[in-house]
């Protein structure tokens, strides 16, 4: 079949295969048009996204009374079981890497569908039936350091990222920045590095920014007396950006819903 | 100074989940759980059901945290698209009765309402609803039972009682209108 045929076949089939719906046979054969053909790969990622949107339209429900509460506690106990809040790595999400759901995720779309056949049979964890049952309440956790990240100039400027550090056990780090925001379109590995108030500096990892955009997180060791910032530098040492660090507590409160969307 | 979990980026709610801290469990899953409920709600009709999704879903996205891609979508499309396709799992692996038609009937009235609950939300929903509203019923109906309810246009068909040829042109005809609203570059776009 040509070219052509197969972008005529996907106009036809398109909604089906982003919609998650079309039968095996004739989703190989999709798959193996996109990862050929960009106009078509924009096509089904545009009707993927109409998927998305559609699912968001569903309504919000109230969970069961206790839900909140079995289910952190079933993912702490697992946490305890794997050692990952020892050491378990790698733990964190890197933020990169690849999307993974029954549609087709455009650009590795064949791998996407093997990493979601890799997920069939994922068994259910038995809650635990201990409920506190309490309603929703304020509370306050451990403290969090927080800061903005500003451009490495005198004249300082607006943020143009955040940086979350949690003392906890064990403690974690969360970067995001965009460069671009102040002019900078660089791309490369930058180092995340700890200032401590006694003027020595602690490296704690690197990730990688593009196009001045860039976020990462990792566990790391964060004492909250110590550490006063936190800074951004590249390969050659340059200072991207830096944030000045403050104690701060994350206060949770009662059933906040998101309306973050693509 | 006192931090708002809602400045919290969701992300980084990812990343202190992954350590296995429990306060930001807990936090994580306040923030979402009513948004993966509902998907599995709406999904499965049956709340023992959805809770055991949507405790799967926190599971899985505890534990598979560090391949989600952030250029790819937000934590909540993440979120919901995993309760999804679990949901959908679920009641492949229950059901053997297609779907209710006052089921789809009144799921196909909760997509669609307008009520003031949605005045806030985002503009591209806003347009999606309302042009969801002006589908022809019958491919509103389609794109309901492949969209939310992962059938097939053999299922669909089977269940409409229609050619399989007019389930595909029902789905596809739904989903291209939908697609032009969502390009549309103004407010409003119109539903061809």
Redesign the interface.
Known sequence: MSSDANCEKMR?????L??????GRERAEAVAHLDTCADCREFVR??T????????????????LG??????????Q???A?G??AARA??????????????V?LGAAAAGLA??AG??G?G??T?VETVTAAA?RTMD??P?L?GDMTADSAAGGSPIG?V?A?P?S?G?I?V?VDLAGHGSAYSGRVSCVLERSDGRTVRVGDFTVRDGQG?W???APVDADAVSGARLTSADGTVLARAHL????????????????? | ??????R?????L??????????????????????V???A??VTGD?QLA??V???T???A?????????????????L???A???A??AVRARRTEPVAPEDLDALLG??TETPERWA???E??AR??AA?SRLPREQARA?MM???Y?????QVADAEQIPLGTA?TR??A???K??TT??APERGGHVQ
């Open positions: 036809e089939i398109g909604a089906e982003a919609l998650g719906v079309l039968p545009q009707l996204l109409v998927g998305d949107r559609l699912i968001g339209l569903l309504p919000c429900q109230e969970p069961p839900f909140e509460t079995r289910v952190a506690r079933s993912l702490t697992q946490a305890a794997d990952r809040t790698p733990a964190f999400p890197v933020l990169r890497g690849r999307a993974r759901r029954a549609r995720r990493v979601v997920f069939a994922w259910i964890g809650a929703p956790s451990e969090i927080v955040e979350y949690h906890g064990p974690w969360f995001t976020h997180g990792a566990q403050q104690t701060g507590h994350v206060l949770t409160r009662e059933t906040h819903v998101p309306s973050q969307q693509t | 100074m006192r931090f708002p979990v809602g919290l980026p969701d992300e980084a990812l990343s202190g989940l992954a350590t296995g801290d429990q306060e930001l469990a807990v936090v994580f899953v306040r923030r979402f759980q009513h948004r409920f509902g998907v709600m709406a709340r809770e055991d949507a405790q799967q926190f599971e899985r505890w534990r598979h945290a560090q391949i989600y891609d952030s250029r790819r979508g937000s934590v909540t499309t993440w919901t698209t995993i999804h396709n679990l959908i799992d909760t997509v806030l939300a985002d591209a929903s999606l609803r969801v794109l492949a969209g939310i992962g059938m097939t246009a053999q595909k789905i596809r739904a989903m291209g939908l697609r969502l390009s």
